[in-house]
């Protein structure tokens, strides 16, 4: 049961109630069952979890190439840490400096998003691979 919890627990907090809910349900039937089928959970898991990985990772990619890319009419990229205002202070004429602030925030927001994401994951590894261990002790 405290494995089912600390599963439960490592749930990413923007899963849907309905989804946790089944996700509750459904160990809360294989808590009594063997360790295969806590193992079939944590592999679904981390699936899941690597899934959210890569999205945020191609998510990343599109935001660096656009951030990166000379605009059609010459002149400097945005650039993921260039500053948005000229030499006076003033901001940049040749950007969206709106459009440059809200990618470099979400792009902050991913990173931020893919280290708990990773930490996550070797989570779910060593547990994998404690369980994996366990049930071949007991084979």
């Known amino acids: 049961i405290f494995v089912c919890n600390k ?3 490592s749930i990413p907090s923007t899963s ?16 009594a069952d063997t360790p295969t089928s806590l193992l079939s959970i944590k592999r679904k898991q ?5 899934a959210q990985k890569k999205a945020l990772e191609t998510e990343a990619e599109a935001i660096v190439s656009e ?8 002149g400097q990229p945005i650039g993921i ?3 948005l205002v000229d030499n006076e202070g003033f ?3 040749d950007i969206d400096v709106y459009r440059a602030r809200s ?8 990173q ?3 280290k708990e994401l990773s930490k996550m994951i070797d989570g779910s590894l060593l547990e994998i691979s404690a369980l994996m261990n366990e049930q071949q002790s007991t084979t």
């Open 46 to 50: 981390l699936l899941s979890l690597d």
């Open 81 to 83: 840490d260039t500053p």
């Open 16 to 31: 849907s109630a309905t989804q946790q809910q089944k996700l509750r349900h459904t160990m809360a039937q294989d808590s």
């Open 67 to 74: 951030l990166t890319a000379v605009p059609p009419g010459g």
């Open 103 to 110: 990618l470099r925030k979400r792009f902050h927001e991913i």
């Open 112 to 114: 931020t998003d893919h």
């Open 7 to 9: 599963i439960f627990d």
């Open 91 to 93: 901001p940049r004429a």
